[in-house]
């Protein structure tokens, strides 16, 4: 099944976020004369190679009024040129032994193949074909407008807690296009058309807004060679703009949705904090956010679980994350799951208490050391698996980083002091960013 | 490909697998003290992947207990011998030793993560978990609460609604019907003598199962297996779980919720994973319904009519019972039309079964992307582990491409013939469907 991801900085999408992109390995990084990135990560255990591409393009590069359209064309991309006709692209990764698929963020846009290492050729001619050469058919569209539409019903609509995490993501951004869901509104992808897929494949597809990630049992030499005679064959159809996202203004005001649903068994309580990102993060800000999420509500041993788990018996799960993967702004959160019949608004104050507590005190050096440990470790660990590791570099490079900040990572975390991590919190912290999103049961009069 | 090393404390057979220019060894060992353990050695980084299982899972839990055996996964790193709960965490997240649990209905499973500098002190807490572990109240409680909650949420989960109910279905009064997580009345009722008395019968060496892949030699993990896993009993009480009968269809079950998209879970009795014809059902269902964008279910209710965004189905072998197992998710005013293609697209295939053409795609896709599970050690932990517990030896690794090649295609035919009966459907809907009945081909 084309199962595409779709990234959002959902409660229960944490994992995605925590970080592990400090790195001991052999990464080559060049660009084709078209301007087509590649980095190439060799790891020779296996016969087998991850090979991406990915696209600067996500729906934040959508016009208003045509949400979910990066993502649907992600979909008709899986519907043939003139080249290989509509299903010959699957079979022949199929008959190859291959597995393909491909997934759209608000930043980018992304295709991908896992295939014997001998095969790398045959799919880079494949992909290479398809970033030019999409042929789209009404046959091909309509029927496929209603997969995405009940992709929107099975991931979003029949799910409470996506459908809150849609508000609250629509109510911290007031003007910039990170507030629209990266799947489209309903109403909206219900009117996107052939016409407008191939007017955006048109706008953003073409080598000099690429990138190629090779992970796996290959040599830099021979993807150059390789990536030269089919990506680098293609001519540029448009010379690709700077990705300019109209800004947010000063957040002023601390926003609340709440929701009631009778599908909802048990309240959940999140607050996410508007952040710098990776990219646009002033110094070691964005590291010193990765570690203050780890201290603040990773694991048994965070201050959250401390406090609200483990001291006052108030919450069941608690939790914190810090998402620095975008091109203009990150956010960073907590949340907490009530234990039945807590009192949900003391489970906020103490949540409260503790912010307060980490702004007003910081954190402490054999905290900082603790949570160090960890996401260290944690980037050791991401050396096994090579498709995690293709995917580090290409929501990188894709969001305003370089293979160099990658690299840098453990370097820089490794740098961080406690001053550090106070510093970040008391500029991210701060009522005036934050979207507080609390779910709750509703009652059932009938059914 | 066999050869046999012999060394003074091991008996090692070692095996080279036939992927392309790589070889993967995989190595029976078994350790002074007499536990056995499969082991691919691999410096390339300096980490070790072990998966482990108990035989015996949560289908275990006595009447009444549901949901005991899935809440020792939650209480494994709340204290154990002289560690509390706080000093043991510390120690843990001290060490970056990722440890974790699962309780399915036939296993207990448990994963260790280590860094290679930390191997002794990460399998050294590993043995208090899995020995000694302290199932004190405060913890008990507050890991209550977390399974608590979760299991509120479950019960409001379509997916999770739907698939219980098709077990229920489908299996009746036997254990299976039960799910792996019990429900809240069940895990409300629990007390630590209930995690005690379920570690007791399932923490045992009879029926421990290993496998190791990374930094690690194989007489240093021998001393640390006998260490970690030695003291514990070799066997316990108590006789397996009864062999399970799956009940005939049609039958249809409705619940009523609210939602737009109606989730179907649709089925029947399979075949167990020692099964004669296992293999050429499984590609069979590959074809049928498996990954990828190619299966037939995909391809009528997916790509030609946009009824859903995934369909699938598969074999399901437990170790007491086989199910053929498929679901999806459609808006509510489809649910009849595309319950009505699915039993069009099954009764195809087990009149006709796959074309030619089908076979062949089905097995180069099959034998050319077994090696995609093991590009990483803890894939191939993984895959170690299953291995071993379906018995099916350890050359299985060489010789599982054979067996997809040797699949004719009157074989897959048959399997197809006597695996669906359209008519015959286990259902279970959760939402508001329009048109389905329980069975006829108008859906």
């Given at each position: 099944?084309?199962?595409?991801?779709?990234?959002?900085?959902?409660?229960?999408?944490?994992?995605?976020?925590?970080?592990?992109?400090?790195?001991?390995?052999?990464?080559?990084?060049?660009?084709?004369?078209?301007?087509?990135?590649?980095?190439?990560?060799?790891?020779?255990?296996?016969?087998?190679?991850?090979?991406?591409?990915?696209?600067?393009?996500?729906?934040?590069?959508?016009?208003?009024?045509?949400?979910?359209?990066?993502?649907?064309?992600?979909?008709?991309?899986?519907?043939?040129?003139?080249?290989?006709?509509?299903?010959?692209?699957?079979?022949?990764?199929?008959?190859?032994?291959?597995?393909?698929?491909?997934?759209?963020?608000?930043?980018?846009?992304?295709?991908?193949?896992?295939?014997?290492?001998?095969?790398?050729?045959?799919?880079?001619?494949?992909?290479?074909?398809?970033?030019?050469?999409?042929?789209?058919?009404?046959?091909?569209?309509?029927?496929?407008?209603?997969?995405?539409?009940?992709?929107?019903?099975?991931?979003?609509?029949?799910?409470?807690?996506?459908?809150?995490?849609?508000?609250?993501?629509?109510?911290?951004?007031?003007?910039?296009?990170?507030?629209?869901?990266?799947?489209?509104?309903?109403?909206?992808?219900?009117?996107?058309?052939?016409?407008?897929?191939?007017?955006?494949?048109?706008?953003?597809?073409?080598?000099?807004?690429?990138?190629?990630?090779?992970?796996?049992d290959v040599d830099a030499d021979q993807v150059k060679r390789l990536a030269g005679k089919h990506y680098g064959a293609l001519k540029n159809s448009f010379e690709p703009m700077p990705r300019k996202r109209t800004p947010e203004p000063a957040p002023i005001a601390a926003r609340r949705v709440e929701m009631k649903d009778p599908r909802v068994s048990s309240v959940s309580i999140q607050r996410s904090y508007l952040a710098p990102t990776s990219s646009t993060a002033e110094g070691l800000e964005a590291e010193a956010l990765d570690v203050l999420a780890q201290i603040v509500g990773g694991g048994s041993q965070s201050r959250l679980y401390k406090r609200l788990v483990v001291e006052n018996s108030l919450a069941a799960?608690?939790?914190?994350?810090?998402?620095?993967?975008?091109?203009?702004?990150?956010?960073?959160?907590?949340?907490?799951?009530?234990?039945?019949?807590?009192?949900?608004?003391?489970?906020?104050?103490e949540i409260d208490t503790v912010l307060a507590e980490v702004v007003a005190k910081g954190v402490t050096q054999d905290e900082l050391d603790r949570a160090r440990t960890k996401l260290l470790a944690d980037s050791v660990y991401a050396l096994d698996s090579q498709s995690s590791l293709a995917r580090?570099?290409?929501?990188?490079?894709?969001?305003?980083?370089?293979?160099?900040?990658?690299?840098?990572?453990?370097?820089?975390?490794?740098?961080?002091?406690?001053?550090?991590?106070?510093?970040?919190?008391r500029k991210v912290i701060d009522s005036r960013r934050s979207v507080t999103g609390i779910l709750r049961p509703e009652t059932q009069t009938s059914n | 490909m066999h050869q046999i090393i012999r060394c003074t404390t091991f008996f090692i057979a070692l095996l080279l697998t036939?992927?392309?220019?790589?070889?993967?060894?995989?190595?029976?060992?078994?350790?002074?003290?007499?536990?056995?353990?499969?082991?691919?050695?691999?410096?390339?980084?300096?980490?070790?992947?072990?998966?482990?299982?108990?035989?015996?899972?949560?289908?275990?839990?006595?009447?009444?207990?549901?949901?005991?055996?899935?809440f020792i996964t939650g209480m494994m790193d709340e204290g154990a011998a002289d560690l509390d709960g706080p000093t043991f965490q510390a120690k843990r997240d001290e060490l970056a030793v990722k440890l974790s649990f699962d309780a399915g209905l036939d296993n207990f499973e448990g994963s260790l993560q280590t860094l290679s500098r930390n191997r002794d002190a990460a399998f050294e807490?590993?043995?208090?978990?899995?020995?000694?572990?302290?199932?004190?109240?405060?913890?008990?409680?507050?890991?209550?609460?977390?399974?608590?909650?979760?299991?509120?949420?479950?019960?409001?989960?379509?997916?999770?609604?739907?698939?219980?109910?098709?077990?229920?279905?489908?299996?009746?009064?036997?254990?299976?019907?039960?799910?792996?997580?019990?429900?809240?009345?069940?895990?409300?009722?629990?007390?630590?003598?209930?995690?005690?008395?379920?570690?007791?019968?399932?923490?045992v060496k009879q029926g421990l199962t290993i496998s190791v892949v990374g930094d690690i030699d194989s007489a240093t993990l021998g001393a640390l297996l006998d260490k970690t896993f030695g003291a514990l009993p070799e066997k316990a009480e108590g006789g397996p779980v009864s062999e399970a009968s799956v009940a005939m269809g049609p039958q249809l079950t409705h619940i009523a919720r609210d939602i737009p998209q109606s989730i179907i879970v649709f089925g029947s009795a399979g075949i167990k994973r020692n099964d004669p014809e296992f293999i050429p059902a499984f590609v069979a269902m590959h074809i049928l319904g498996g990954g990828g964008l190619g299966s037939r279910l995909t391809e009528e209710v997916r790509e030609k009519r946009g009824l859903t965004y995934g369909v699938g189905i598969g074999l399901v072998p437990l170790d007491h019972a086989g199910l053929l197992m498929g679901s999806l998710g459609t808006r509510n005013e489809k649910a009849g039309e595309a319950m009505g293609v699915i039993?069009?697209?099954?009764?195809?295939?087990?009149?006709?079964?796959?074309?030619?053409?089908e076979l062949d795609t089905a097995k180069t896709f099959l034998t050319g992307s077994y090696a995609l599970r093991f590009d990483s050690n803890a894939k191939i932990a993984g895959q170690l582990l299953g291995v071993q517990q379906d018995n099916l030896g350890i050359d299985y690794f060489t010789r599982r491409n054979g067996l997809i090649e040797a699949v004719t295609l009157d074989q897959v035919k048959a399997a197809a013939k006597r695996l669906l009966a359209a008519d015959a459907l286990i259902v279970s809907v959760v939402g508001k469907p329009e048109g389905l009945k329980s069975t006829g081909t108008g859906g």
């Amino acid at each position: 099944m084309l199962a595409t991801r779709i990234v959002v900085a959902a409660l229960l999408l944490l994992a995605f976020f925590l970080p592990a992109r400090a790195l001991d390995i052999d990464v080559t990084n060049f660009k084709l004369e078209n301007g087509m990135e590649v980095v190439v990560i060799p790891d020779r255990r296996a016969p087998v190679v991850t090979h991406m591409v990915w696209y600067r393009v996500g729906s934040a590069d959508e016009v208003s009024g045509k949400s979910g359209l990066a993502h649907f064309l992600e979909h008709l991309l899986f519907k043939g040129t003139k080249k290989h006709p509509p299903g010959e692209f699957n079979r022949i990764i199929d008959v190859n032994g291959g597995e393909d698929n491909a997934f759209t963020s608000r930043d980018y846009t992304a295709y991908f193949q896992r295939i014997a290492s001998d095969r790398l050729e045959l799919v880079m001619e494949l992909e290479a074909d398809r970033m030019q050469n999409l042929v789209l058919t009404d046959e091909n569209v309509i029927p496929e407008l209603d997969v995405v539409r009940e992709e929107r019903r099975e991931r979003t609509e029949n799910d409470p807690s996506s459908l809150l995490q849609e508000q609250v993501e629509a109510a911290m951004y007031t003007a910039h296009p990170y507030g629209r869901p990266v799947i489209g509104w309903m109403s909206e992808v219900a009117q996107l058309t052939k016409e407008d897929a191939l007017a955006f494949y048109r706008a953003h597809y073409t080598p000099a807004n690429a990138i190629l990630i090779v992970a796996g049992d290959v040599d830099a030499d021979q993807v150059k060679r390789l990536a030269g005679k089919h990506y680098g064959a293609l001519k540029n159809s448009f010379e690709p703009m700077p990705r300019k996202r109209t800004p947010e203004p000063a957040p002023i005001a601390a926003r609340r949705v709440e929701m009631k649903d009778p599908r909802v068994s048990s309240v959940s309580i999140q607050r996410s904090y508007l952040a710098p990102t990776s990219s646009t993060a002033e110094g070691l800000e964005a590291e010193a956010l990765d570690v203050l999420a780890q201290i603040v509500g990773g694991g048994s041993q965070s201050r959250l679980y401390k406090r609200l788990v483990v001291e006052n018996s108030l919450a069941a799960y608690t939790g914190a994350w810090y998402g620095g993967d975008g091109l203009d702004y990150g956010t960073f959160g907590v949340y907490a799951a009530p234990v039945p019949g807590a009192d949900v608004a003391k489970v906020e104050a103490e949540i409260d208490t503790v912010l307060a507590e980490v702004v007003a005190k910081g954190v402490t050096q054999d905290e900082l050391d603790r949570a160090r440990t960890k996401l260290l470790a944690d980037s050791v660990y991401a050396l096994d698996s090579q498709s995690s590791l293709a995917r580090m570099f290409g929501a990188a490079l894709t969001t305003g980083s370089t293979v160099a900040d990658v690299l840098g990572w453990e370097r820089d975390v490794e740098a961080l002091k406690p001053e550090d991590l106070a510093a970040a919190a008391r500029k991210v912290i701060d009522s005036r960013r934050s979207v507080t999103g609390i779910l709750r049961p509703e009652t059932q009069t009938s059914n | 490909m066999h050869q046999i090393i012999r060394c003074t404390t091991f008996f090692i057979a070692l095996l080279l697998t036939a992927f392309a220019a790589h070889a993967m060894a995989v190595k029976e060992i078994k350790t002074p003290g007499g536990i056995t353990a499969w082991v691919v050695e691999d410096h390339t980084i300096p980490l070790i992947a072990m998966e482990f299982s108990f035989a015996g899972g949560a289908a275990l839990d006595p009447p009444g207990k549901e949901g005991a055996t899935h809440f020792i996964t939650g209480m494994m790193d709340e204290g154990a011998a002289d560690l509390d709960g706080p000093t043991f965490q510390a120690k843990r997240d001290e060490l970056a030793v990722k440890l974790s649990f699962d309780a399915g209905l036939d296993n207990f499973e448990g994963s260790l993560q280590t860094l290679s500098r930390n191997r002794d002190a990460a399998f050294e807490l590993l043995r208090k978990a899995l020995t000694a572990p302290r199932f004190e109240e405060l913890a008990f409680r507050r890991v209550q609460n977390q399974f608590l909650v979760s299991a509120a949420n479950n019960a409001q989960d379509p997916e999770k609604i739907a698939s219980r109910r098709w077990m229920e279905q489908a299996f009746g009064q036997h254990p299976y019907a039960r799910g792996s997580e019990g429900n809240e009345a069940t895990i409300a009722k629990l007390v630590p003598d209930d995690l005690r008395a379920m570690h007791k019968r399932l923490f045992v060496k009879q029926g421990l199962t290993i496998s190791v892949v990374g930094d690690i030699d194989s007489a240093t993990l021998g001393a640390l297996l006998d260490k970690t896993f030695g003291a514990l009993p070799e066997k316990a009480e108590g006789g397996p779980v009864s062999e399970a009968s799956v009940a005939m269809g049609p039958q249809l079950t409705h619940i009523a919720r609210d939602i737009p998209q109606s989730i179907i879970v649709f089925g029947s009795a399979g075949i167990k994973r020692n099964d004669p014809e296992f293999i050429p059902a499984f590609v069979a269902m590959h074809i049928l319904g498996g990954g990828g964008l190619g299966s037939r279910l995909t391809e009528e209710v997916r790509e030609k009519r946009g009824l859903t965004y995934g369909v699938g189905i598969g074999l399901v072998p437990l170790d007491h019972a086989g199910l053929l197992m498929g679901s999806l998710g459609t808006r509510n005013e489809k649910a009849g039309e595309a319950m009505g293609v699915i039993r069009e697209v099954l009764t195809r295939m087990a009149q006709e079964g796959p074309t030619q053409e089908e076979l062949d795609t089905a097995k180069t896709f099959l034998t050319g992307s077994y090696a995609l599970r093991f590009d990483s050690n803890a894939k191939i932990a993984g895959q170690l582990l299953g291995v071993q517990q379906d018995n099916l030896g350890i050359d299985y690794f060489t010789r599982r491409n054979g067996l997809i090649e040797a699949v004719t295609l009157d074989q897959v035919k048959a399997a197809a013939k006597r695996l669906l009966a359209a008519d015959a459907l286990i259902v279970s809907v959760v939402g508001k469907p329009e048109g389905l009945k329980s069975t006829g081909t108008g859906g």
